[in-house]
């Protein structure tokens, strides 16, 4: 018995595992030390800098005399100019308004990069919008592009030059004025063969230059006439170019956190050391922020955002009041929006953003080389009458969705307002079916055309997702008291991308994501059929494709709705989809947030926002 | 056994092997390919130019355009230390002497005027003589002859790579046309630059001399180092771990004796109820009712646990330690607080692990006590605790070492559930994000990662199997 493992062993054991795990905790507490430490060695460094301005400031003095005059002058012109803020600032005098405190959002996946242009998310873009700042904004109440940056802009006649004169008092984070150079290094950036950004690459092609003409001024000359031509141009966000420049294509591509710039918000510390995957992604306010010169100051001291995975965990965190936010899904809408737990702490508020796409049946023409029973109108339109739309929304969706008549949104000037959705109409989608040839001929309640093929809808739609196997089982219902057979296939989500790239399928269910004014070439122009496009229906209509390329050149705002008008009773007449609906978004806010109200884009936005004095809670 | 240990490290790269091709070809079997189908950003679909110039970039990344076996070849390739550096490689190699050298070539053209296209054109050369073999000089001297006039942008057309459709070609050429009417340097380069690179695959890629070199685990679709997402990811599921399995062992080993001690008593049958009760629990319903009874601050006993994460959003500006006389008081401080937050998922992960390792060493302590050496010691008169800890103990827990194999690897993928749950972003989590967006590349790190853990672990049980017990020997 001399290899027993006694009790001395067992204490040099215990005491081993003591002193790793001592040295392993020191270890963790020294690299929080050092970070500390680095982080207010940065913040000296940057008041170093500022007391450095003041001085130079001050040797230059006599100068400076000299200059006041100028700054008068455009103060005086700064008058004259529109002041963007006004809304914001006016929000600010309603009651109980209050600056501090923090405002925590949640996001589903943790921030995988905060860099801007090269590929990211929703959630990257969602940041972004605080701290980068476009040219011209939308007014999101008017929906019209509103001066920003830029104070004004003027387009030449023959709609390919853009001209923008920016304002003069737009600085950085680090009160380095904004000026065209910025712009021109901006879309540089983007071009930049080196640069990782694929998909914007891709749009701003149609331009063909960037010029600056002094430091206020900037013109963007596009190839071609383009109806979205100002919103490329005026909602670039620009890119400070001191700051970018010093990073080459390799790290400006690879480091994950390199966002600044002019906006109320920037990170917490260093962009350089954001690292990614954390638990939550931090902004603070912008102290330098150039509209706290025109009376704006960004209201809350911090956006949070943390990321909770778990929908269960979400919802928890909304009711402990560890998140201000909390979205519900259109299918957990009758349970959620009676929730009691969620009444006490927040206030339910729905809305219909503005181009917030839509949901669609299509239905495939051509397979095979061959066109198929879709490739008949009649039949198109017979089964959207034989689609009880008003119904579904009502039942499947808590009446959290609207029937759309056609691609656009209906609340914006692009939809045509004349167009009635068809209504539900079993008798004329029979009668319709039976005049295209479709007939019980065998007498077996399934109808048939001449050759005795009976007609079968195969319908594919993403699969794991609840709303949509709903829909796909509710169509199989009302299509069958016509005689109609549907196949649902849920198919998983790849595979589903497959079938379409190929046009290997019969019908399909999906969504479409939506814009203020979108653009229906991709979808519905003939030429999108060969090579991929989004055209995988097979749908070809060359009255259409030649109202939509004229629109598309179009830069006069009113000639082009006009336009688009034509196009959306084009689509209505064809159903070359079965439009279903439009949704509804419902978010619960905590109560203590201040100024929260709908506007046509959604809730207004959080600089708008503010948490009174005494329910800042996070922030001590 | 240093011979043993030896051969078993050899066998280890045949199945290495074996496994990551599975994963591969697999992979590449799945609809989609890599990165599915030129999905962009909000998951809609790529437009037309949009979804060509994604596709390029795979095929000069992944070389998706090779058959699958060559694409395989070209990762293992990329990963191995020894082999044949890749051109975008050699080209990270070149140093200030080479920019110099590149530079002076391209001074002919009046690019200093602008620094930007100066450095654009030295990247530009550079990355020619990485793909064509010469030295950053002969390729800047070349790219020079073809910016240096527009009627040379004809001449062109040999850097043209062969792959090229005719119409890409064309519509190239006239876009170096355009910018030379316009005189625009930036647009020449990077016209000159898509005409050679970027409108071709993975043909471009030139193989350097086999050397010994870096092993590469590539970047993520989004573009980040694969390295540094196992770094996140890998200390977290390290530390759940850690926590865990001696937990587990703990409570398995110590109610495993004991049951078997007075088998067919209440203890154990109470334990044995108990725990393959928490067993047949799904740790996603019991997650579900943690949150919700235990993390809530409407329940009447209020929030117990934190909801989710591993600290909480003030973390940074904790003291380390806990410390009483603050302004409000006590003050948990950081290390409570991470204690705090890994109470929830700690519990999920090990509940679910007690019931198989307990009844494992009850049977197994069962068999040893009915053994004859048993027998003989009681016989001897030895005192019975002697008899259970020193003769039984030691005995029976080989089951156990051959449970601790499967244990780790599992834990490290197995924990996908808990760390959804509770919002943490461990290894886990990493594999099922990585086999959802068809990464590739972090794919088969972390496939490559799990093969090797899984296979040491292996080995470790086997030399655990000679240390607990002298019968088993492998010279």
């Known amino acids: 018995m001399n290899n ?58 006599v100068l400076a005399v000299g200059t006041v005059g100028g700054g008068v002058a455009s103060g005086v012109s700064a008058e004259q100019v529109s002041n963007p803020f ?195 992604v931090e902004l603070v306010r912008n102290e330098n922020y150039w509209g706290q010169a025109l009376g704006y100051r960004p209201p809350v001291d911090r956006l949070v955002w943390r990321i909770t995975s778990e929908e269960t965990a979400a919802l928890q965190q909304f009711k402990n009041r560890e998140i201000d936010r909390y979205g519900i899904q259109p299918d957990q809408y009758p349970v959620l929006s009676e929730d009691e737990g969620l009444h006490a702490e927040g206030e339910l508020h729905s809305y219909r953003a503005a181009g917030g796409g839509y949901r669609y049946i299509g239905w495939n023409q051509r397979r095979n080389g061959e066109p198929t029973k879709y490739a008949d109108v009649r039949v198109r339109r017979a089964l959207t009458m034989l689609t009880d739309r008003q119904r579904l929304a009502d039942e499947l969706l808590a009446g959290q969705a609207f029937v759309t008549s056609g691609p656009f949104d209906a609340s914006t000037n692009q939809s045509n307002p004349e167009i009635e959705p068809w209504p539900y109409d079993p008798e ?68 589903m991308l497959q079938k379409l790239k190929e046009r290997d399928f019969d019908a399909i269910s999906l969504g479409w994501g939506g814009a203020i004014e979108s653009d229906p070439y991709q979808i519905f122009h003939s030429s999108q059929i060969e090579g991929g496009g989004h055209n995988s229906i097979h749908y070809v209509n060359s009255e259409l494709d030649a109202l939509i390329e004229e629109a598309r050149v179009t830069v006069d705002e009113e000639a082009r709705t006009a336009l688009w008008h034509r196009v959306h009773q084009h689509l209505h007449d064809d159903q070359p989809y079965t439009f279903l609906f439009n949704f509804r978004s419902n978010v619960f806010i905590n109560k203590r947030v201040g100024n929260v109200r709908v506007t046509k884009t959604g809730l207004s936005p959080l600089t708008e926002q503010f948490i009174p004095l005494g329910l800042q809670y996070h922030a001590n | 056994m240093t011979t043993y240990i030896l051969r078993r490290l050899m066998l280890m790269v045949p199945t290495l092997l074996g496994v990551l091709a599975v994963v591969f070809f697999v992979m ?135 792959t090229l459709s005719p119409g890409d070609r064309e519509r190239l050429l006239a876009g170096l046309t355009q910018s030379y009417a316009n005189g625009l340097r930036n647009g020449q380069l990077a016209a000159v630059r898509e005409l050679s690179f970027e409108a071709a695959g993975a043909s471009r890629v030139r193989f350097d001399r086999p050397a010994v070199k870096m092993p590469d685990l590539g970047e993520t679709l989004k573009g980040r180092s694969v390295v540094d ?113 890994l109470a929830l998922p700690v519990v999920c992960l090990t509940y679910g ?19 004859d050496y048993v027998r003989t010691a009681r016989a001897k008169g030895v005192h019975p605790r002697v008899v259970l800890w020193s003769h039984v103990f030691r005995n029976s827990l080989l089951p156990l070492i051959t449970m601790a194999a499967s244990i780790l690897p599992a834990l490290f993928a197995g924990t996908v559930i808990v760390e959804t749950i509770f919002s943490i972003n461990g290894m886990g989590k990493l594999a099922v994000d990585a086999a959802f967006a068809k990464d590739r590349e972090l794919m088969m790190a972390v496939t490559l990662l799990g093969g090797i853990l899984g296979l040491i672990s292996e080995l470790i049980r086997d030399v655990c199997y000679a240390i607990a017990d002298p019968r088993v020997s492998y010279d």
């Open chain 2, 28 to 162: 590449a079997a799945a609809p989609g390919g890599v990165g599915g189908s030129g999905l962009d950003l909000e998951g809609a679909q790529n437009q037309d130019e949009d979804a060509k110039r994604v596709q390029r970039q795979m095929q000069r990344r992944y070389g998706t355009d090779l058959p699958a076996y060559q694409q395989f070849f070209r990762w293992m390739n990329q990963v191995s230390p020894v082999g044949f550096r890749m051109s975008a490689q050699v080209r990270a190699g070149y140093g200030d002497a080479d920019r110099a050298e590149a530079a002076a070539a391209l001074s002919g053209l009046a690019l200093a005027e602008r620094d930007r296209d100066l450095g654009a054109a030295v990247d530009l050369a550079l990355e020619f003589a990485a793909y064509r073999d010469q030295t950053p000089g002969e390729a800047a001297g070349e790219l020079a002859g073809v910016l240096g006039s527009a009627s040379s942008a004809v001449s062109a057309l040999h850097w043209v790579d062969s």
């Open chain 2, 353 to 371: 692990g007690f019931a198989v390792a307990s009844r494992v060493m009850r049977g197994s302590v069962l068999d040893a006590l009915s053994a």
């Open chain 1, 428 to 495: 004329t989608a029979r009668a319709l079916l039976a005049e295209a040839g479709w007939e019980d001929r065998d007498g077996d309640g399934s109808i048939e055309n001449a050759s005795g093929e009976p007609f079968v809808v195969n319908l594919i739609f993403p699969s794991g997702n609840d709303g949509y196997l709903r829909m796909a089982l509710a169509l199989k219902d009302s299509y069958a008291r016509a005689g109609i057979l549907v196949q649902a296939n849920p198919t998983e989500w790849n595979t």
């Open chain 1, 4 to 61: 027993r493992f006694g009790l001395r062993d067992l204490v040099l054991v215990v005491l081993l595992v003591a002193v790793l795990v001592s040295v392993w905790l020191g270890t963790i507490e020294g690299d929080r030390r050092w970070e500390k430490l680095e982080g207010v060695e940065s913040a000296l460094a940057e008041q170093g800098h500022a007391i450095n301005r003041v001085r130079q400031q001050l040797r230059e003095g």
């Open chain 2, 229 to 341: 997402r196992l770094s996140e990811a890998l200390p977290i599921s390290i530390l759940l771990n850690l926590l865990t399995i001696p937990l587990i062992y703990l409570v398995a080993i110590v109610t495993g004796v004991y049951a078997a001690r007075r088998a067919g008593g209440a203890f154990d049958l109470s334990s044995g109820v108990v725990l393959i009760t928490l067993w047949c629990l799904p740790t996603i319903w019991v997650g579900q009712l943690m949150l919700q009874y235990l993390a809530s601050a409407q329940q009447p006993w209020g929030q117990l646990f934190p909801t989710g994460g591993l600290h909480s959003l003030r973390a940074e500006e904790l003291p380390f330690l806990p410390r009483w006389g603050g302004e409000d008081g006590f003050e948990a401080g950081w290390l409570l607080d991470s204690l705090w937050h």
């Open chain 1, 86 to 280: 006004e809304k914001l600032i006016a929000a600010q005098s309603s009651e109980g308004f209050a600056e501090g405190g923090w405002y925590i959002d949640r996001f589903r996946s943790a921030v995988g990069k905060l860099t801007p242009l090269v590929p990211a998310d929703i959630y990257q873009r969602t940041i972004e919008s605080y701290v980068l700042e476009p040219l011209i904004k939308r007014d999101p109440d008017t929906l019209e592009w509103e001066p920003f940056i830029a104070k004004s802009w003027w387009i030449s006649d023959d709609g390919l030059s853009y001209v923008f004169e920016l304002r003069r008092d737009v600085t950085f984070a680090d009160e380095v004025p904004l000026t065209s150079a910025d712009v021109v290094f901006t879309y540089e950036q983007i071009m930049n063969p080196q640069i990782n950004a694929p998909a914007l690459k891709s749009y701003y092609s149609r331009i063909e230059s960037v010029q600056a003409f002094g430091p206020h001024l900037v013109m963007f000359r596009f190839k071609e006439p383009y109806f979205l031509a100002l919103s490329f141009a005026g909602g670039m966000t620009i890119m400070p170019k001191h700051y970018y420049e010093r990073f080459t294509p390799e790290q400006f591509n690879t480091m994950p956190g390199l966002l600044f710039g002019s906006g109320p918000y920037r990170l917490k510390d260093d962009p350089e050391d954001w690292e990614a995957g954390a638990q939550s």
